[in-house]
């Protein structure tokens, strides 16, 4: 049976947007912002992430690291073995998110393969092996568009998410990594909230140089930072994935225009017949009636539309729901 999952109140569903959109804000920061005593905020946010509510995380930035390959997975498989699937998926480490999609019989994956010995094992010889499994597609993601990562459910107006973020670091062009680096990419995966000084030690550093160290990566876009929630909790009712096929001119200014839109929470071009794979995030069937109307129905450029919607979400942002299954 599927856990009841109850809606936040109001004052902890806008803390939880305000670490949707800036994952490392202090709470003071976060208070400053939303007009609540740095007090209020600790006292209600503390609770959120000691029971997993909210969850920080880091995930890196395929660019950055040329052996990883950034694969979107379509599986379909038995109806009465996708619980099975979807959680062995989850288990795995290379997978970004997973989600059960449709009529109950397919799942979509985001996984990083380590390389093309990865990949070609997870194609040629896992998939095959697995009698539940009855075809898939794969889609290498070519460009994920950034924008979306300032996600905020719409529950943010943008005085609130500019004084969430009043110094952004400097971007910086493919900022060399360092030895360092892969060790606070690690504890910032395993705690994207982790004080300096725990990042310090972890990395074997000093805690100014794992500040400065965390703000190159993020600026250069080497590492996103991001917090996990159960979108339910936030009165987000309907979840889907579309599957765009967007003429080859028009598909930067679709993807930027889509990055950007409040109920889009990842975009990214693909390989294959659907070359731009969107995750929306709506408050009901309505709204995202409204979003493919209006929002999709005025792009130019969209020649067809997929949508597949969600009917749960296994693993996001590289994190295992509890209970998801």
């Avoid at 092996?129 to 568009?145: E, N, Y």
């Avoid at 998410?161 to 062009?173: C, F, G, M, V």
């Avoid at 400065?212 to 991001?226: I, K, P, S």
């Avoid at 990214?268 to 969107?278: H, S, Y």
């Amino acid at each position: 049976m599927e856990k009841v999952r109850h809606q936040l109140n109001e004052p902890d569903s806008r803390i939880a947007a305000a670490m949707l959109a800036a994952p490392r804000a202090s709470w003071r920061t976060v208070g400053r912002a939303l007009g609540l005593s740095e007090r209020t905020v600790v006292r209600r946010a503390a609770p959120l992430f000691g029971d997993g509510t909210l969850r920080a995380t880091a995930v890196r930035n395929p660019v950055h690291f040329p052996e990883l390959i950034p694969l979107a997975l379509r599986i379909r498989c038995r109806p009465n073995r996708i619980s099975a699937i979807a959680a062995t998926l989850a288990r795995r480490p290379d997978t970004i998110w997973v989600d059960v999609l449709g009529g109950g019989d397919e799942i979509c994956t985001i996984l990083h393969l380590d390389g093309p010995d990865a990949r070609n094992n997870l194609l040629l010889r896992d998939l095959p092996a697995t009698p539940a499994v009855q075809s898939w597609t794969s889609h290498v993601l070519l460009r994920v568009f950034p924008a979306a990562f300032d996600w905020s459910g719409g529950l943010l107006t943008e005085t609130e998410l500019t004084s969430l973020r009043p110094d952004p670091p400097a971007r910086l062009s493919r900022p060399a990594l360092q030895p360092v680096d892969h060790q606070l990419i690690t504890a910032l995966i395993e705690d994207g909230r982790a004080p300096y000084t725990d990042l310090a030690r972890r990395a074997d550093t000093t805690a100014l140089t794992a500040r400065r160290r965390l703000e190159t990566l993020v600026g250069g876009q080497v590492l996103r930072l991001a917090t996990e929630v159960d979108l339910a909790r936030l009165g987000v009712r309907a979840e889907a994935l579309l599957w765009l096929t967007v003429a080859p001119g028009g598909l930067e200014e679709a993807g930027q225009r889509l990055s950007r839109h409040p109920q889009v929470r990842f975009t990214t071009a693909t390989t294959g017949a659907a070359n731009l794979l969107v995750a929306v995030a709506a408050a009901d069937l309505d709204a995202l009636y409204h979003f493919l109307s209006d929002t999709i129905g005025g792009l130019e450029h969209i020649t067809t539309l997929e949508v597949t919607p969600i009917l749960t979400g296994v693993k996001r942002t590289g994190l295992v729901r509890p209970g998801s299954l």
